[in-house]
Antibody, heavy 120, light 110 residues
Framework: EVQLLESGGGLVQPGGSLRLSCAAS????????MGWVRQAPGKGLEWVST????????WYADSVKGRFTLSRDQSKNTLFLQMNSLRAEDTAVYYC?????????????WGQGTPVTVSS | QSVLTQPPSVSGAPGQRVTISCTGS?????????VHWYQQLPGTAPKLLIY???NRPSGVPDRFSGSKSGTSASLAITGLQAEDEADYYC??????????FGTGTKVTVL
């Protein structure tokens, strides 16, 4: 059974940093691209970032480019999202998601999410 | 900033059929990229409902179906049930923005 367990969310002041983790199990982690999607309170889904299966390539939404860094540790089956220079508009629930591995660029499994609040 | 537009809400009585539209452009759906749909029940994480325009993952009831034409796509729910009350999002790929989501539609069962 595929499981994605996010952690690391919390309250941080504007301009601060936070590192989210996503522990994956139930599939061959190193064979799949992974990503993060966020959802601001009462709002819709927003794609944040994706990393290739090898970790060699990363893609970011314009809203986080230059501030967020996505990485993965294949030995620990864990995905990391380093978030710097946080802003109030980054406040959201952050979901870790597994790419399907098929053509079409979609996520087939999602974690339960970890909340991030940026406020003074 | 969503580039795929959905109606904010749709509603229907139990047993009825409802459809949700997802309108894109020539840089995403119209460029030939597949459309996928997710269901988000209240207080839970999104779940894949339809992939590659009209395919259902194992376990998804066949009352859910998808279609795509030109720069738009649609999700249909036939035989609407109380448990279908949720938010629904379409998703595709955009040449400039990578993965993109729709604005989301709240389905209410009357």
């Amino acid at each position: 059974e595929v499981q994605l367990l996010e952690s690391g969310g919390g309250l941080v002041q504007p301009g601060g940093s936070l590192r989210l983790s996503c522990a994956a199990s139930g599939f061959t982690f190193s064979s799949y691209a992974m990503g993060w999607v966020r959802q601001a309170p009462g709002k819709g889904l927003e794609w944040v970032s994706t990393i290739s299966s090898s970790g060699d390539y990363t893609w970011y939404a314009d809203s986080v480019k230059g501030r967020f860094t996505l990485s993965r540790d294949q030995s620990k089956n864990t995905l990391f999202l380093q978030m710097n220079s946080l802003r109030a508009e980054d406040t959201a629930v952050y979901y870790c998601a597994k790419d399907s591995g098929r053509s079409g660029w979609y996520f087939d499994y999602w974690g339960q999410g970890t909340p991030v609040t940026v406020s003074s | 900033q969503s580039v795929l537009t959905q109606p904010p809400s749709v509603s229907g009585a139990p047993g009825q059929r409802v459809t949700i539209s997802c309108t894109g452009s020539s840089s995403n759906i119209g460029a030939g990229y597949d459309v996928h749909w997710y269901q988000q029940l209240p207080g839970t994480a999104p779940k894949l409902l339809i992939y590659a325009n009209n395919n259902r993952p194992s376990g998804v009831p066949d009352r859910f179906s998808g279609s795509k034409s030109g720069t738009s796509a649609s999700l249909a729910i036939t035989g609407l049930q109380a448990e279908d009350e949720a938010d629904y999002y379409c998703q595709s790929y955009d040449r400039s923005l990578s993965r993109v989501f729709g604005t989301g539609t709240k389905v209410t069962v009357l």
